[in-house]
């Protein structure tokens, strides 16, 4: 079993920054890919971001050149930077750990609302 705990989200302005993260703790070996997922009211869970275990990254294009995902491997973190920031990036955002290409773990979700 993997968990996650996420933290970072809240209210920002149009235009600013926050960034989230999501410690993982438990059985971590074996997990190949960390992502970023977020969910609007009304609209399906959609991709953001996600980091395979080599460093690869990739981004939906609706945040590509905005959001940075990260992994820090001393603390088990995962972190989403998100800049320039639009009414439209509003939503729930969670976490996700894969392992071992099979199973999916998620973190329970961290609001992000954004004022224009």
């Known amino acids: 079993q993997v968990q996650l705990a996420e933290s970072g989200g809240g209210l920002v302005q149009a235009g600013g920054s926050l960034r989230l993260s999501c410690a993982a703790s438990g059985n971590i070996f074996l997990v190949n890919a960390k992502r970023w997922y977020r969910q609007a009211p009304g609209k399906q869970r959609e991709f953001i971001a996600a980091i395979t275990s080599g460093g690869n990254t990739n981004y939906a294009d609706s945040v590509k050149g905005r959001f940075t995902i990260s992994f820090d491997n001393a603390k088990n973190t995962v972190y989403l930077q998100m800049r320039s920031l639009k009414p439209e990036d509003t939503a729930v955002y969670y976490c996700?750990?894969?392992?071992?290409?099979?199973?999916?773990?998620w973190g329970q979700g961290t609001q992000v609302t954004v004022s224009s």
């Open positions: 996700n750990f894969q392992r071992a290409f099979r199973d999916d773990y």
